[in-house]
């Protein structure tokens, strides 16, 4: 006869094998938490390249798309960090690695397929592997009968008083650049702030936004005529759907907005977040998520097809001429170039 | 003015007086009439004025299982929250208003300042709070995130009405016998139900929509649909997030509507 | 049973408890660590070169930038112009609503009213965006018709924000509103329209004094809501606008500075809650003065 208390018995060890069961499996797939961007290219890293790492890598990933990232790795602890792989542009990985955030530098020891990379993409600017860059350059619409953007000064041309644009410099890192810029082309180089300073006190009235999606509505819609953006934000457009804008990459150079992953020092999957990097950078990975969003890929060997090696920057020669900014002197100053900045051009 | 009611046939001044809300309505509706739009423009950017009408970005919203999982995801916390904050915001407008306590303008202004605290550092405090206790950020976490910012309007619309309450019903109630138990449940809470389910309606409306709390708290794979929609929006810019957008309308809508069916916000406004 | 007026609080004081525990565990605790946080230099936990400041507060005090007391400022005059806005579109919407007799006809202009919370935070800013700007479709129209000639600047300034915000808000004035003057019984108006007064006479001498509870009440609850706004502040605004909230933001999202956020929260905080206090204080003596139980 079976007592209560047999059952009883039996029922908590049932219970305590198939609590003890999932963490036994647990103990053998590992978990890697990434940050990802979302829109398109979040659509194809779910969709493909994360599915197929798990599948080789026998793990689980988790990737989040809430942004900001920083502020959450910020305030977790740091022998447990929220994320194991950051992926976010130049300038927060130096905010980044300054408080200890993410590591300083990632070799072709960690990263094998770090050896094929373009220099910029592990450049002293960079902390972590650049995977992929835009160029920031001037977007402008073509049916308003402007000649083509040739320098970076044709955005302050009288006739586009209240046709230009550019982004609100604070909480956008175009807008950093932009200002940087300024200095480079109006004084004595990029951290020539007083000249930037002047120079954009002469392009007011300027349309300020956001986001490069709120850039790419006024020039589809009319409502500037040239703006400040990267090369993806126009790029996008070619195909189905043909629009009046084309993309300018001024003389004076353009500016490398990076796609930039770096691993947490308290990680404790550091074997596979490097192994994520070096995914990410192999040919095919890249290529994939190259023509999905057009960016431009870092590791050398790597084939578009015709349309996308055109535009994008996939040789020696076009690469250099990408400018990296200074993140690590800027950064140091933002407080005070965002006051200064926000007098300038408030009303 | 003649005293007896006007029976003219063009009545001026109620023309004016409708013409007014007619023109305020319309300055409600116009941008969701533009949601709409780019909701059904085929081109995949959104432009004005609209080049055609396609259902391509609904059936983009509704065959992605992003979307869909974000939009069951916000209206289950949007569920939990209007219950939750019901019942515990009722409590709390109760016990303010019939509880004699102390301090009352101070109480009250305690329980609206989750209102005037800027969410994003509501958002982050909370999510380092949860840090600290290790509970890491489960769902539950976030239900209770929602509650504390929707049950400032459940106590401030349930105390509207308790304010303008007629207190012989429940004298009239437990002179003719009833006990104060039954005074409560039979003849208090159904009177104040219309306060009580319209603070509720603002709740899920808070909860549904919800952005800067959520942003800290939600995890890869469950994020509610205001934070996916954000997060779409900065990288692509297409009509899927106005259908997505019309889609939520239409479905708090549904719920604020059945809402009004089951106990009458008409009701509450002519207790 | 007749209850003797005591000063102590009834058993009922007991249904505080659970409002009570949410708030102070998921409130004032989480709040208490950023006020802690607000004094120091970075986060003490993952930091133990985090040292105990007075910088951030001195920071917003002396405001050697030019810029913090100005976003002060600009958030309650944008929080005021919004409260007055919303109330001056709120109120005739919610009397029709009040006053409504077809309950099909309430029902439509309910959900008309409710909808504006429902779009989305961003979309609800392209929407406007494409509305305010300068090939908007105010300009387009304008210029059409020949009104103005070159296009008005709707948007990218407090214009265009203030805008923003009056629509997401008014649907919470007009619900707080119309129960107010739902509940005011018309036999009052009609009983003074009956004495000879004017329509609009017995609007603003009746209704319009007995509606003031629900005006305070909806007013305070824009107020609140339109001085801890960011998000369409940011979207609309340009540079124009620099609020205390969206620097609060900014420190947070781009400049990674969590502890000087927090001050500048906690400063908004305490200035809200004097407005606040002082707010109620005003409305339970108002409607003490009317005899409302």
Excluded at chain 2, 186 to 210: N, Y
Excluded at chain 2, 214 to 241: H, Q, R
Excluded at chain 3, 35 to 60: C, D, I, K, Q, W
Aim: aromatic fraction near 10%; include cysteine; proline fraction near 6%.
């Amino acid at each position: 006869m079976i007592s209560r208390r047999t059952i009883l018995r039996s029922g908590a060890v049932a219970v305590t094998a198939s609590l003890a069961a999932p963490s036994i499996l647990h103990a053998q797939t590992k978990t890697l938490k990434i940050t990802t961007w979302g829109g398109k290219w979040g659509d194809v890293m779910k969709a493909t390249v994360l599915p197929a790492f798990e599948k080789e890598f026998k793990c689980t990933v988790q990737a989040d798309q809430a942004f900001p990232f920083v502020p959450k790795l910020q305030a977790s602890p740091r022998n447990d960090p929220l994320y194991d792989v950051l992926h976010t542009n130049s300038n927060e990985q130096w905010n980044c690695v300054v408080e200890g955030l993410v590591l300083d530098k990632i070799t072709a020891k960690e990263v094998p397929n770090v050896a094929d990379v373009y220099p910029y993409a592990v450049s002293d600017k960079i902390v972590g592997v650049s995977i992929f860059t835009s160029a920031i350059g001037l977007g402008f619409r073509t049916d308003k009968g402007l000649a083509r953007p040739t320098s970076w000064k044709d955005l302050a041309d009288p006739k586009l008083a209240g046709a230009r644009g550019s982004y609100i410099i604070p909480v956008n890192s175009l807008g950093q650049c932009h200002l940087m810029m300024l200095g480079k082309i109006y004084g004595k180089g990029l951290q020539d702030l007083d000249a930037a300073y002047k120079a954009l006190e002469q392009l007011k009235p300027i349309k300020l936004v956001d986001f490069t999606g709120q850039m790419e509505k006024m020039l589809l819609s009319g409502e500037v005529s040239m703006g400040v953006i990267h090369d993806s934000g126009v790029y996008r457009y070619e195909g189905e759907n043909k629009q009046p804008v084309d993309f300018a990459s001024p003389s004076e150079g353009v500016l490398a907005l990076e796609q930039v992953l770096n691993v947490t020092p308290g990680s404790k999957v550091k074997e596979l977040a490097f192994a994520y990097i070096d995914y990410m950078l192999r040919p095919d990975v890249q290529k994939l998520l190259a023509e999905a969003v057009w960016y431009s890929p870092s590791n050398k060997k790597v084939k578009l097809s015709a349309k996308y090696d055109e535009k994008l920057l996939t040789t020696e020669a076009k690469v250099a001429t990408l400018i990296q900014p200074d993140w690590k002197w800027y950064n140091a100053r933002k407080e005070d170039i965002d006051a200064r900045v926000t007098k300038i051009l408030r009303g | 003015m003649s005293a007896a009611p006007n029976r003219r046939p063009f009545d001026a001044g109620r023309a004016a007086y409708l013409a007014l809300n007619g023109l305020l309505l319309t300055f409600l509706l116009a941008p969701i009439a533009i949601v709409l739009i780019f909701a059904l423009n085929p081109t995949p950017y959104i432009s004005f004025p609209p080049v055609g009408v396609s259902l391509r970005w609904f059936d983009k919203f509704f065959s992605s299982p992003e979307f869909m999982n974000a939009l069951f995801l916000s209206l289950w916390v949007a569920g939990c929250v209007l219950v939750l904050s019901i019942v515990i915001g009722g409590a709390c407008a109760l016990a303010r208003a019939r509880g004699n306590l102390p301090g009352r303008a101070s109480l009250t202004a305690f329980f609206m300042s989750p209102l005037m605290l800027p969410a994003i550092l509501t958002g982050l405090a909370l999510f380092q709070a949860y840090l600290l206790a290790g509970i890491g950020r489960p769902v539950w976490g976030l239900i209770l995130a929602h509650t504390l910012v929707a049950v400032p309007y459940v106590i401030r619309t349930t105390l509207a009405v308790l304010h303008n309450f007629d207190r012989r019903i429940e004298e009239a109630a437990a002179v003719l016998g009833a006990s104060p138990i039954r005074v409560f449940f039979e003849v208090t809470l159904p009177l104040i139900r219309p306060g009580v389910f319209a603070g509720g309606v603002f709740a899920f409306i808070v909860s549904f929509d919800q952005f800067p709390v959520s942003l800290f708290l939600v995890v890869p794979k469950g994020e509610t649909l205001p934070v996916v929609l954000f997060n779409y929006m900065k990288f692509d810019l297409d009509g899927a997030i106005a259908a997505a957008s019309m889609v939520s309308i239409l479905l708090a809508l549904s719920v604020v509507l059945v809402l009004e069916k089951l106990i009458g916000l008409k009701a509450y406004v002519k207790l | 049973m007749a209850a003797a007026a005591s000063s102590r609080p009834t058993p009922i004081a007991w249904l505080l408890a659970p409002a009570g525990l949410l708030f102070v565990l998921f409130f004032v605790l989480p709040f208490g660590v950023m006020t802690a946080m607000s004094f120091y230099s970075g986060n003490p936990v993952n930091n133990p070169n985090a040292t105990l400041t007075t910088r951030h507060y001195e920071r917003f005090l002396f405001d050697s930038a030019g810029i913090f007391h100005d976003a002060l400022w600009s958030t309650l005059r944008i929080g005021l112009i919004t409260t007055i806005a919303s109330l001056l579109i709120g109120y005739p919407l919610a009397h029709w609503m009040a006053r409504m007799q077809s309950r099909l006809g309430h029902a439509l202009v309910l959900m008309a009213v409710i909808a504006p919370m429902l779009t989305g935070i961003v979309v609800r800013t392209f929407a406007w965006m494409t509305i305010l700007q300068d090939k908007g479709v105010v300009n387009t129209l304008l210029i059409q018709w020949g009104l103005i000639e070159k296009p008005l600047p709707l948007m990218y300034n407090e214009f265009g924000t203030v805008v923003a915000l009056v629509h997401i808000y008014v649907p919470f004035m007009v619900l707080t509103l119309t129960g107010v003057i739902g509940r005011i019984d018309e036999r009052l108006e009609q009983a003074a329209r009956s004495l000879g007064a004017g329509r609009l006479r017995a609007f603003a001498e009746v209704t319009l004094p007995l509606s003031l509870p629900g005006i305070l009440a909806g007013s305070l609850l824009v107020f609140a809501l339109s001085i801890s706004a960011y998000v369409t502040p940011s979207l609309m605004g340009g540079t124009d606008v620099l609020t205390l909230p969206m620097l609060i933001a900014q420190q947070v999202g781009t400049s990674f500075n969590p502890n000087f956020a927090g001050a500048l929260g906690v400063i908004l905080l305490l200035v809200s809650l004097v407005i606040v206090v002082a707010y109620n204080r005003i409305l339970a003596r108002l409607s003490g003065e009317q005899g409302l139980a």
